[in-house]
Structure formats: structure tokens, C-alpha cells
């Protein structure tokens, strides 16, 4: 470990502003002051423009050496302060201090992770906005990893949002005016020759999982460009607080191929290259080159493919899958978690899987990745291929899907799309549920309110009218909050509180004001969201040894997810178990997951393992899982895996 590239940032200082949100993003907003000192930085920052970058050419990098790991074990004083890896903050034992000559480097007190948790809370409390909140959890991680993940793990429910979906959005959509410190490998194709050397400068050795983007569909935020990065970072925290993968064994990257978002290419704080996205065959090719360097330098990692646009998404998941450790988590994880929801949510609908329609407005990558995941189901049920397709309506911004609507129809839409509408086209979401009389509708179109009352209550009157006691499935599922397709309040009161819902965002519970003496209802919202697929799917993929992620992998991780929940949570109505069960769930999910790798014959784990684990059943395996995962604890010896 190169301590001086994880040294902590003394300049994160962050004062809580008195002035409230936006609806939109939570930036705070400036005073005059700040103003003055605003424009003098766009100025400077403009000038640096034409400067240009550290490396503006295309040829190869040489270094003199490669990086040199410093041993935890060799670390003493501000060595091991200053790495967040190894810094255990207050919770230094005094013999630790003597053995790394600490003493009088930190005030005298000694405390448990617990209370450093508590001091943690109490000042993220006293942050006003989300983003805020973020930053001084960030700060916390670039100074003690355990403390953060400890935070993390045991405040999921709260602290879920900020690294995560919502918030992350707004940082993503600001990552470059945030920036303080380096966290991820920045990868641009002006620097394409030199890409293994860059994997090998990576400050911690031999990664496990990588999530990567190229910031082109970041959430339903658009092309991001660099900025997308925050994607990556923030899915990998959740590897660790969600699965127990060990936080030096994650790796995000992004990959710089330009933008086209104008309002980056304007910004003047702008990181990434300021230039239009190049070609696609040139992004390709730049791909191809990434992922030959990932499987030479890190031959073991799973690689995550994450918010590429739904060309790319689709288009490398078929180039990349049969020979490397690669999935990707918008189409498969997406479409894992949906299934699993969906799993639970026809049990609560009363309306039989057989008679189920489905509505889906947005036929990107998740829209037709979580269809898909859908029809494998039903085909394993029983169906055909063809019966099963028949089930499904998809909807994009020109209306329903067909296969003769006089547009150039992309690659991926091809397969849902209709022939039996006898040559009518449906334009509005309205007409294609008055057509189609569904019993669901998902929602993966970014776009806010886009189920507006009358859809809404449209989708409750087809599914009413099949019977009493029926209840209608409502999935708006695009992220952040800003993109979702509608609110939980508006799916309660639209349906008279019949509907089984999940969003793509946490929404908070929802208190039904009933008046009389039927008492207030609150209603639970679902969180479908593939946090709980890909920690667990990429866990199994790791623990196995797989060399390729199967369809049978994805599959299995929503079958285990949907029967993860406990008494407590079936017995509430709820499809997915509660958030702070999350790491439970990722563990069966894991554990499923190994099994199905070992069932397609991609494990290369010693077969003596896989015999054992048949003889002693899930317990061991289970336990087997257990043993590996990160776990801080107070005063725990082993901080790392160096
Ligand atoms: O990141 C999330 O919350 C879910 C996801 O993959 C996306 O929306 O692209
Ligand atoms: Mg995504």
C-alpha cells in the first residue's frame, strides 16, 4: 500500500448552511460572498482550459517503477494515521499505540467503533442537505474505512440514501465541482495505450470486483460523462456494507470517451475530456483494449457494467459475457431484482400468473433486460417462449412498441415488439392501457409523473374489473427520485391503498388520514432496487471462482431473493425483505448463486470444497461465506487483507 495515495484530505471542512434545498438538487446555494469567489475560480478554471490536460497525446506511458506496496505491518505513526485502510481512529488500544509509536498523535481517550459511530451521527444530523451529509461521509471514508463501513452497515436505512440512490445523483450530476480527492481509476481514451499501467497503479493490489461506466446513462440523469463516477463509487461502498466484500478489493473505474452532455462540456470545473463523445466503433474498440488489460493484469476480477447507454449495455454484455467474469447490472441485476418482486407481488395480487398482463413504459436497457428476466420466468413455469412474450407491452416515448410503426426500430426493442395490433399504433400510455388492460406496469423511462392520476387509476380499473379483492402491481422504478414515474403517496391514494408497489428510490411510508373510527392507515413502499441483486450476484461470482456469470446465476439470484424474506416480512405484505436486512439477503443470494456456478460447470473451486458442502447442506456453505466477509469490529486486529 503507497500510503501517500491514500493520504486523508485535512481541507474537507464542511459548515451546515441555514438556507433550505431545492426541490431538485440539494447544492446549497451561494451567498454574495461565495459568488465573488466563484466567478475569480471560473475564471482561473477557464484559463487551465487551455492548458489542457497532464497527458494530451496518445502515446504509451512509462514509468520508472511499479507502485510498491508499504506494509501494514512496517507502518508506524502518521504511516498508518494517514491510510484510511489502517487508521482504527480512536480505537487504538494502548499496546497498538506503543507498537506504532502513536502516542501523543491522538488524544488520549480510547473508544469503541460504537461511539465513534454515535460522534458520526450526531454531526451528519447537524448537515442540512443530502449533499452535505454525503461529504462528510465521504470524508469519514477517506480517513477510517472501517469506521465508515461500520456506519454504514448499521444505519443502512438512513445512510443508504446519501451514498446511494437519491443523493448520489445530485453528486454525480456536481462530481466535478465536489471534487476533493481521488477515489477511482480515471481511464481516458487519449490515454488507451497505457491502460495496464494504469490498472497497476491502482494503490491496493489484486482486486476482486470492479464496477465500471463510461457515464453515458448515469441512473435516468443522462450522459454524465466523467461525473458518472459517483455511480461507481457509491455501488462498490455498497459491495462492502451490503455483501462484506473488503473494501480494498473493490475498484471503481470510468472510462472517458467524451460527453455530450453541454451543459459538462461548458462547465469550466469539468474533469473529464472536454470534447462530444467519440464514434461508437472508436468507444468499442477502446472497450475491447479495457477489458484485454483487466483480464491480463487482474485475471480474477468480476467486472460490474453499470449505466452504459442501452446500445452499449446490450451490445457488450453479448460481446464480453462467454469470456470474462462480466455481467451487467442494469439489464441482469435490474432485471433479477424486478423478478424477484414480481415473484412476491403476483402472490399478493391475486390475479394468477397465467392472466397477468404487463405494461412497461421504457424499453431501454432495464426495460427489456427486466421483460426478459420476466419471460424466463414464465417460460420455466410452464409457458412458451411465445406465450410468455405475449404477456408483455412495452412503451417508449412513441407510444407502444410495434413492430410496423414506421420507425426505425433500435436492435434490442425488436424482440418485444408487437405484430398483433392489426395496425394500429398506440401513442399515449393512456390509449396502450385502455388496449391492453393490464394487471402491471413498470416503470424504467425516466421520467418524473409520467403515471399521472388517470393512468393510474386506469391500471386499478382493468385489474378491478377481473374480480373483488384484486390488487394492481405499480413498479415506478427509474432513479433518482427526480425520474420516478410517481410517488408512493400518489400510487396509495390513486388506487384506494390497493396497490403492491416498488420503486427503483427509497420513498418514505405513507399515513392515509381515514377519519372515524377505521383509525390512520400507513401503507410500507417496497424499495426494488438491484441492491439487493448485484452485491450478492457479484459475492457468488467471486466466492465460486466462476469464470463467467451464467443466465442460470442471474436467474437463481432472484429466485433466492424472493424467498429470502422472513416471517415478519410476509406476514407486513412486503416483496423484498426490509433494508436493513439487506446483507442477510445478499448472503443467501451468494450462496444460491455458488451453487447454480458449480450446476453450469463455471467453478473452478477445488471439487473436494463442493463435495463437503454437499454432505453438510447450506449451513456450510453458509458458513463458508460467513468466514469471508468484512465485518469491523472494535479493536479487531487485521484491518486489512495486504
Ligand atoms: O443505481 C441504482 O439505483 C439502480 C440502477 O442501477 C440504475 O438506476 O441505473
Ligand atoms: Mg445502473
Same mark, same amino acid.
Given at each position: 500500500? $503507497?500510503?501517500?495515495?491514500?493520504?486523508?484530505?485535512?481541507?474537507?471542512?464542511?459548515?451546515?448552511?441555514?438556507?433550505?434545498? =431545492?426541490?431538485?438538487?440539494?447544492?446549497?446555494?451561494?451567498?454574495?460572498?461565495?459568488?465573488?469567489?466563484?466567478?475569480?475560480?471560473?475564471?482561473?478554471?477557464?484559463?487551465?482550459?487551455?492548458? @489542457?490536460?497532464?497527458?494530451?497525446?496518445?502515446?504509451?506511458?512509462?514509468?520508472?517503477?511499479?507502485?510498491?506496496?508499504?506494509?501494514?505491518?512496517? $507502518?508506524?505513526?502518521?504511516?498508518?494515521?494517514?491510510?484510511?485502510?489502517?487508521?482504527?481512529?480512536?480505537?487504538?488500544?494502548?499496546?497498538?499505540?506503543?507498537?506504532?509509536?502513536?502516542?501523543?498523535?491522538?488524544?488520549?481517550?480510547?473508544?469503541?467503533?460504537?461511539?465513534?459511530?454515535?460522534?458520526?451521527?450526531?454531526? /451528519?444530523?447537524?448537515?442540512?442537505?443530502?449533499?452535505?451529509?454525503?461529504?462528510?461521509?465521504?470524508?469519514?471514508?477517506?480517513?477510517?474505512?472501517?469506521?465508515?463501513?461500520?456506519?454504514?452497515?448499521?444505519?443502512?436505512?438512513?445512510?443508504?440514501?446519501?451514498?446511494?440512490?437519491?443523493?448520489?445523483?445530485?453528486?454525480?450530476?456536481?462530481?466535478?465541482?465536489?471534487?476533493?480527492?481521488?477515489?477511482?481509476?480515471? /481511464?481516458?481514451?487519449?490515454?488507451?495505450?497505457?491502460?495496464?499501467?494504469?490498472?497497476?497503479?491502482?494503490?491496493?493490489? +489484486?482486486?476482486?470486483?470492479?464496477?465500471?461506466?463510461?457515464?453515458?446513462?448515469?441512473?435516468?440523469?443522462?450522459? *454524465?460523462?466523467? +461525473?458518472?463516477?459517483?455511480?461507481?463509487? !457509491?455501488?462498490?461502498?455498497?459491495?462492502? $456494507?451490503?455483501?462484506?466484500?473488503?473494501?480494498?478489493?473493490? *475498484?471503481?473505474?470510468?472510462?472517458?470517451?467524451?460527453? +455530450?452532455?453541454?451543459?459538462?462540456?461548458?462547465?469550466?470545473?469539468?474533469?473529464?475530456?472536454?470534447?462530444?463523445?467519440?464514434?461508437?466503433?472508436?468507444?468499442?474498440?477502446?472497450?475491447?483494449?479495457?477489458?484485454?488489460?483487466?483480464?491480463?493484469?487482474?485475471?480474477?476480477?468480476?467486472?460490474?457494467?453499470? #449505466?452504459?447507454?442501452?446500445?452499449?449495455?446490450?451490445?457488450?454484455?453479448?460481446?464480453?459475457?462467454?469470456?470474462?467474469?462480466?455481467?451487467?447490472?442494469?439489464?441482469? @441485476?435490474?432485471?433479477?431484482?424486478?423478478?424477484?418482486?414480481?415473484?412476491?407481488?403476483?402472490?399478493?395480487?391475486?390475479?394468477?400468473?397465467?392472466?397477468?398482463?404487463?405494461?412497461?413504459?421504457?424499453?431501454?436497457?432495464?426495460?427489456?433486460?427486466?421483460?426478459?428476466?420476466?419471460?424466463?420466468?414464465?417460460?420455466?413455469?410452464?409457458?412458451?417462449?411465445?406465450?410468455?412474450?405475449?404477456? %408483455?407491452?412495452?412503451?417508449?416515448?412513441?407510444?407502444?412498441?410495434?413492430?410496423?410503426? !414506421?420507425?426505425?426500430?433500435?436492435?434490442?426493442?425488436?424482440?418485444?415488439?408487437?405484430?398483433?395490433?392489426? @395496425?394500429?399504433?398506440?401513442?399515449?400510455?393512456?390509449?396502450? /392501457?385502455?388496449?391492453?388492460?393490464?394487471?402491471?406496469?413498470? !416503470?424504467?423511462?425516466?421520467?418524473? @409523473?409520467? %403515471?399521472?392520476?388517470?393512468?393510474?387509476?386506469?391500471?386499478?380499473?382493468?385489474?378491478?374489473?377481473?374480480?373483488?379483492?384484486?390488487?394492481?402491481?405499480?413498479?415506478?422504478?427509474? +432513479?433518482?427520485?427526480?425520474?420516478?414515474?410517481?410517488? %408512493?403517496?400518489?400510487?396509495?391514494?390513486?388506487?384506494?391503498? =390497493?396497490?403492491?408497489?416498488?420503486?427503483? =428510490?427509497?420513498?418514505?411510508?405513507?399515513?392515509?388520514?381515514?377519519?372515524?373510527?377505521?383509525?390512520?392507515?400507513?401503507?410500507?413502499?417496497?424499495?426494488?432496487?438491484?441492491?439487493?441483486? %448485484?452485491?450478492?450476484?457479484?459475492? !457468488?461470482? /467471486?466466492?465460486?471462482?466462476?469464470?463467467?456469470?451464467? #443466465?442460470?446465476?442471474?436467474?437463481?439470484?432472484?429466485?433466492?431473493?424472493?424467498?429470502?424474506?422472513?416471517?415478519?416480512?410476509?406476514?407486513?405484505?412486503?416483496?423484498?425483505?426490509?433494508? #436493513?436486512?439487506?446483507?442477510?439477503?445478499?448472503?443467501?443470494?451468494?450462496?444460491?448463486?455458488?451453487?447454480?456456478?458449480?450446476?453450469?460447470?463455471?467453478?473452478?473451486?477445488?471439487?473436494?470444497?463442493?463435495?463437503?458442502?454437499?454432505?453438510?447442506?447450506?449451513?456450510?456453505?453458509?458458513?463458508?461465506?460467513?468466514?469471508?466477509?468484512?465485518?469491523?469490529?472494535?479493536?479487531?486486529?487485521?484491518?486489512?487483507?495486504?
Amino acid at each position: 500500500m $503507497a500510503s501517500s495515495a491514500r493520504s486523508a484530505d485535512s481541507s474537507d471542512v464542511f459548515t451546515p448552511r441555514s438556507t433550505s434545498p =431545492s426541490p431538485l438538487t440539494d447544492f446549497n446555494p451561494m451567498s454574495s460572498v461565495d459568488v465573488l469567489a466563484i466567478e475569480e475560480a471560473m475564471k482561473l478554471a477557464s484559463l487551465d482550459q487551455h492548458r @489542457g490536460y497532464a497527458q494530451d497525446h496518445y502515446t504509451e506511458v512509462k514509468q520508472d517503477h511499479d507502485t510498491e506496496y508499504l506494509k501494514e505491518s512496517e $507502518a508506524s505513526a502518521y504511516q498508518v494515521l494517514r491510510e484510511p485502510l489502517w487508521n482504527k481512529g480512536l480505537s487504538f488500544t494502548p499496546e497498538q499505540r506503543v507498537a506504532k509509536n502513536l502516542t501523543g498523535l491522538l488524544p488520549h481517550a480510547m473508544e469503541s467503533l460504537e461511539t465513534q459511530c454515535a460522534r458520526a451521527m450526531k454531526m /451528519i444530523h447537524s448537515r442540512q442537505t443530502g449533499i452535505d451529509k454525503y461529504l462528510y461521509l465521504s470524508s469519514v471514508k477517506a480517513q477510517n474505512v472501517d469506521l465508515f463501513y461500520r456506519l454504514l452497515m448499521d444505519n443502512i436505512r438512513d445512510l443508504m440514501p446519501l451514498v446511494y440512490t437519491p443523493t448520489i445523483g445530485d453528486v454525480c450530476l456536481q462530481y466535478s465541482t465536489l471534487y476533493t480527492r481521488p477515489e477511482a481509476l480515471y /481511464i481516458s481514451i487519449k490515454q488507451r495505450k497505457s491502460i495496464r499501467t494504469m490498472l497497476r497503479n491502482w494503490p491496493c493490489p +489484486n482486486p476482486e470486483i470492479c464496477v465500471v461506466t463510461d457515464g453515458s446513462r448515469i441512473l435516468g440523469l443522462g450522459d *454524465l460523462g466523467i +461525473n458518472g463516477v459517483g455511480i461507481s463509487i !457509491g455501488k462498490l461502498a455498497l459491495y462492502t $456494507a451490503a455483501a462484506g466484500i473488503h473494501p480494498a478489493k473493490t *475498484l471503481p473505474i470510468v472510462l472517458d470517451t467524451g460527453t +455530450n452532455n453541454e451543459t459538462n462540456l461548458k462547465d469550466p470545473f469539468y474533469l473529464g475530456l472536454r470534447q462530444k463523445r467519440v464514434s461508437y466503433a472508436e468507444q468499442q474498440a477502446f472497450m475491447d483494449e479495457f477489458m484485454e488489460a483487466v483480464k491480463e493484469v487482474y485475471p480474477n476480477m468480476v467486472i460490474q457494467f453499470e #449505466d452504459f447507454d442501452s446500445e452499449k449495455a446490450f451490445n457488450y454484455l453479448d460481446r464480453y459475457r462467454n469470456n470474462y467474469r462480466a455481467f451487467n447490472d442494469d439489464v441482469q @441485476g435490474t432485471g433479477a431484482v424486478v423478478l424477484a418482486g414480481y415473484i412476491n407481488a403476483v402472490n399478493l395480487s391475486s390475479v394468477p400468473l397465467e392472466e397477468q398482463r404487463l405494461v412497461f413504459m421504457g424499453a431501454g436497457s432495464a426495460g427489456v433486460g427486466v421483460a426478459k428476466q420476466l419471460v424466463e420466468y414464465y417460460t420455466r413455469r410452464g409457458l412458451t417462449e411465445a406465450e410468455a412474450r405475449d404477456k %408483455f407491452f412495452l412503451v417508449d416515448t412513441k407510444g407502444l412498441v410495434t413492430m410496423d410503426r !414506421g420507425d426505425k426500430l433500435a436492435e434490442h426493442k425488436k424482440y418485444f415488439a408487437r405484430v398483433d395490433n392489426a @395496425g394500429h399504433q398506440f401513442r399515449t400510455l393512456e390509449e396502450v /392501457i385502455e388496449y391492453v388492460k393490464p394487471s402491471a406496469l413498470v !416503470g424504467l423511462a425516466a421520467t418524473f @409523473g409520467i %403515471f399521472t392520476e388517470s393512468v393510474i387509476r386506469a391500471l386499478k380499473a382493468s385489474v378491478d374489473a377481473g374480480g373483488l379483492g384484486r390488487r394492481p402491481i405499480l413498479f415506478p422504478l427509474s +432513479n433518482p427520485l427526480t425520474k420516478a414515474e410517481c410517488t %408512493f403517496e400518489q400510487a396509495v391514494q390513486w388506487t384506494d391503498g =390497493s396497490v403492491v408497489f416498488a420503486s427503483g =428510490s427509497p420513498f418514505n411510508s405513507f399515513t392515509l388520514k381515514v377519519g372515524g373510527d377505521a383509525g390512520d392507515i400507513t401503507y410500507h413502499p417496497n424499495q426494488g432496487n438491484n441492491v439487493y441483486v %448485484f452485491p450478492g450476484l457479484g459475492l !457468488g461470482a /467471486i466466492l465460486s471462482k466462476a469464470t463467467r456469470v451464467t #443466465d442460470d446465476m442471474v436467474y437463481t439470484s432472484a429466485a433466492a431473493l424472493a424467498g429470502s424474506l422472513n416471517a415478519e416480512e410476509v406476514h407486513q405484505g412486503l416483496i423484498y425483505p426490509k433494508i #436493513d436486512r439487506v446483507r442477510d439477503a445478499s448472503i443467501i443470494v451468494a450462496r444460491e448463486v455458488m451453487k447454480a456456478a458449480r450446476r453450469d460447470g463455471v467453478s473452478e473451486l477445488p471439487e473436494s470444497l463442493w463435495i463437503e458442502w454437499e454432505e453438510w447442506g447450506d449451513v456450510a456453505l453458509t458458513n463458508y461465506i460467513k468466514q469471508r466477509v468484512y465485518n469491523p469490529t472494535s479493536f479487531s486486529e487485521a484491518k486489512g487483507r495486504l
